[in-house]
């Protein structure tokens, strides 16, 4: 080989090299970015589990000193004078039962002031006042909505306490056999009507879940039997009316 191109070819050896030699020092440094990037992960996912901790007792001392907006809306429904507002702090926070009378038999229900303290006091709150005393339960549904709604002393499915309140309790909710949530006409409108799950059923976790029924499944199972008129969505034809509801701490 001649001299002149064993240079070129040592030249270019020596440049290949040279490439090889930067394509591995930015190879590690892309390495040391990634695990860089990845430590900060790390630091964020730590961090945010402190912070987690940290809010979490945060939110619960705002939980014992959480205050309830009951907002205006309309006038309200049925006889009872003066029957103002729940109270801004709620007086519950763990599980309250509730016996809802009616002609067709008691349905016994708890009520869970821890996930839905705002709408359990108001529940309490309207009982307590007798608003809910001799009252319909206007609407039955069957299908894919399997409902009793009750709460509305008119009857006609539009009356309320005269406020309203924002819903609570709604993400990932399932609206299963026994469960107890609030009627609403729209977000954040919950009022005094309820609805009472008698049979699995297909709904948006728009609604309110404030409890379960322990007891009457089967006095609902029993109404809903009957039908309604119309059929699927209407007046229950075994008229329901609730006479009272009584509270009792658990």
């Not at 589990?49 to 429904?77: E, I």
């Not at 339960?137 to 306490?161: A, E, F, I, M």
């Amino acid at each position: 080989m001649a001299a002149k191109d064993r240079k070129k070819q040592l030249a270019r050896q020596r440049y290949e090299r040279q490439q090889q030699a930067l394509a591995e020092a930015a190879a590690k440094a892309r390495r040391v970015k990634i695990i860089s990037s990845a430590v900060a992960v790390a630091v964020v996912v730590v961090g945010g589990a402190a912070v987690v901790v940290y809010t979490g007792k945060d939110d619960k001392s705002k939980a014992d000193g959480l205050h309830c907006t009951y907002s205006p809306a309309g006038q309200a429904a049925g006889k009872v004078k003066d029957l103002g507002t729940p109270p801004k702090k709620p007086a519950y926070k763990g599980t309250v039962q509730a016996t809802v009378k009616t002609n067709q038999g008691d349905v016994v229900m708890d009520l869970d002031a821890k996930a839905a303290p705002c709408t359990v006091g108001s529940f309490v709150h309207l009982a307590q006042k007798g608003f809910y005393n001799d009252s319909p339960c206007h609407r039955l549904t069957s299908g894919g909505l399997n409902v009793l709604q009750c709460g509305d002393p008119s009857g006609k499915g539009s009356g309320g306490p005269g406020y309203q309140y924002a819903d609570e309790n709604t993400a990932n909710a399932k609206y299963t056999a026994g469960t107890l949530a609030m009627a609403n006409s729209g977000p954040d409108t919950n009022g005094s009507q309820f609805f009472l799950v008698y049979k699995d059923s297909q709904l948006q976790p728009d609604y309110s879940v404030f409890g379960k029924i322990t007891k009457g499944l089967d006095v609902l199972q029993k109404i809903a039997k009957a039908g309604s008129e119309p059929a699927g969505d209407g007046a229950p034809k075994k008229k329901v009316t609730i006479q009272d509801v009584t509270i009792a701490p658990v």
